[in-house]
């Protein structure tokens, strides 16, 4: 079963690049036609798709972050990245990866790591 | 505000059966776009429950059962137990934001 753990900074200070990446485990990120995204969720709120790349280099992302956000992937090391760049307090969230299902739905889940955007 | 609205929360006794709806429009629900649910325990990731409108990955009991109509979707959840306490959340695809999209979530509380 493929497994998903997020990495990077937890403190990010305004204005400045939110980088984080996501290791995949348990298979490769290259197999089947799957779609690996990421999500991030607000203290006591609700869910925000972010975008989604494909094994090939194919992007989707949120029109809302569209101009903030890029998402790439290294198959060579198994793993997609997120950079969000211009973070301000209010990006401040749980970070997930995610499988992109083959439905477009997701079905594996990284932890989730907490960036907070702070001076 | 979400561009789908669920209940902020809902309630019921152990054994009994619960509904969770989840409200779209023409551009989402109503276009015919899959609708999923996940659930989420306190503190930890989301855990998807019901696919492709009405399908339960591999491990998720039969309690658990999803449905549709028109611009709307619900999650039915029957005998209740206590472990099902978690928010839930539908999900979907939105056609004039070109955006995958979610519900706002719903608090369900097994008295």
């Known amino acids: 079963q493929v497994q998903l753990q997020e990495s990077g900074p937890g403190l990010v200070k305004p204005s400045q690049t939110l980088s984080l990446t996501c290791s995949v485990s348990?298979?490769?990120?290259?197999?089947?036609?799957?779609?690996w995204s990421w999500i991030r969720q607000p203290a006591g709120k609700g869910l925000e798709w972010i975008g989604r790349i494909s094994a090939r280099g194919s992007t989707d992302y949120n029109p809302s972050l569209k101009s903030r956000v890029t998402i790439a992937v290294d198959t060579s090391k198994n793993q997609f990245s997120l950079k969000l760049t211009s973070v301000i307090a209010a990006d401040t969230a749980v970070y997930y990866c995610v499988r992109d299902g083959q439905g477009d739905y997701y079905d594996s889940w990284g932890q989730g790591t907490l960036v907070t955007v702070s001076s | 505000q979400s561009v789908l609205t669920q209940p902020p929360s809902v309630s019921g006794a152990p054994g009994q059966r619960v509904t969770i709806s989840c409200t779209g429009s023409s551009s989402n629900i109503g276009a015919h776009y899959d609708v999923q649910w996940y659930q989420q325990l306190p503190g930890i990731a989301p855990k998807l429950l019901i696919f492709?409108?009405?399908n339960r990955p591999s491990g998720v009991p039969d309690r658990f059962s999803g449905s549709r109509s028109g611009t709307s979707a619900s999650l039915a959840i029957s005998g209740l137990q206590a472990d099902d306490e978690a928010d839930y959340y539908c999900?979907?695809?939105?056609?004039?934001?070109?955006?995958?999209?979610f519900g706002g979530g719903t608090k369900l509380t097994v008295l």
């Open positions: 999900q979907s695809y939105d056609s004039s934001l070109s955006a995958r999209v």
């Open positions: 492709d409108d009405n």
């Open positions: 348990g298979g490769s990120i290259s197999r089947g036609n799957y779609y």
